[in-house]
């Protein structure tokens, strides 16, 4: 038997947690779950839905959820779902679903609200039957805090893959950028190269960036960098040199600077992901 320490006794009889609702979703095993989540229903319990009155005013919303089938034995691990050979660290520092209490925090996006109580979501990345334990409204002025810094994450991005690695980027441009667009599909391309040029994560802050003019591509590398002018790295050049009046990003970096000049395409998000890298922008490496 487990001796509590000091004040653990009392804060354990304070707990009395109740699912409100629970998850509808087409995933039943936590390994079938993609990086973006899935749409799936949120169904609240008869007892629960007048404490939905007003929700449908949010955009999105923050699910605490309850991780049935997580082991609660477990203090370190991996993160397995990107390589299996990375540092193991304690389970407080890694997004595990195996930890002491197993409650989930996912932000989804509410599609609707249908009257019996049945809210409609995506990016949803909890498993059917998962127990939802509360829900708050998402405000971004509180809940997004753009310029918070995180490990350096080149070597699980290196070991995660090209094709995981480009789901991140998907998640992470849409995120602050709002939808997926051409615009934003060109950002994930430029930033698979740049990564490879600069050797790991374009967080870090050796690496800056001047995102060029299109408003949606520039939101979508900003989102992806973390860069801003108040860390530094967002670079916002007052003569730009344009060839044949092309817009162009800069990555800067190890004393280089990656100039992609874009070509002129008129494709899909799906067109510019499947395009080869020869079709969408020149690249040019010059001295810094």
């Known amino acids: 038997m487990t001796v509590p320490s000091e004040g653990e006794e009392t804060v354990s009889g304070l707990l009395d947690l109740v699912p409100v609702g629970v998850v509808r979703s087409p995933i039943r095993n936590r390994a079938e779950m993609p990086l973006q989540g899935v749409h799936g229903e949120i169904v609240i319990f008869p007892t629960y839905r007048e404490a939905l009155d007003g929700i449908d005013s949010n955009s999105h919303l923050i699910l605490i959820g309850w991780m049935h089938h997580a082991k609660r034995d477990v203090l370190t691990a991996r993160a397995r779902k990107v390589a299996p050979d990375l540092p193991e660290k304690g389970v407080f520092a890694l997004r595990s679903p195996s930890r002491p209490n197993p409650l989930s925090f996912s932000v989804v996006r509410l599609v609707k609200r249908r009257n019996e109580g049945v809210l409609t979501v995506s990016l949803l990345d909890l498993i059917d039957g998962t127990p939802i334990i509360d829900i708050k409204p998402y405000q971004p002025g509180w809940d997004a805090v753009f310029s918070a810094t995180t490990h350096d994450r080149s070597e699980k991005i290196l070991k995660m893959g090209p094709a995981r690695y480009r789901e991140s980027l998907i998640r992470e441009a849409v995120n602050y950028h709002g939808e997926w667009c051409s615009g934003a599909a060109m950002a994930v391309r430029i930033s698979e190269k740049a990564t490879e040029l600069a050797g790991g994560d374009l967080r870090r802050q050796a690496i800056s960036i001047d995102p060029g003019t299109n408003p949606c591509r520039a939101d979508s590398l900003i989102g992806i960098t973390g860069s801003r002018p108040g860390n530094g ?43 080869p890298e020869k079709d969408l922008f020149f690249l040019e490496t010059l001295p810094r």
């Not at 916002?236 to 280089?256: M, P």
């Not at 992609?260 to 494709?267: E, Q, R």
Request: overall charge positive.
């Open 233 to 275: 790295r967002l670079v916002i050049s007052q003569s730009r040199v344009i060839r044949n009046q092309l817009d162009q990003v800069t990555f800067f970096g190890h004393g280089r600077a990656w100039v992609f000049t874009i070509k002129p395409v008129n494709l899909s998000p799906e067109g510019v992901i499947e395009s």
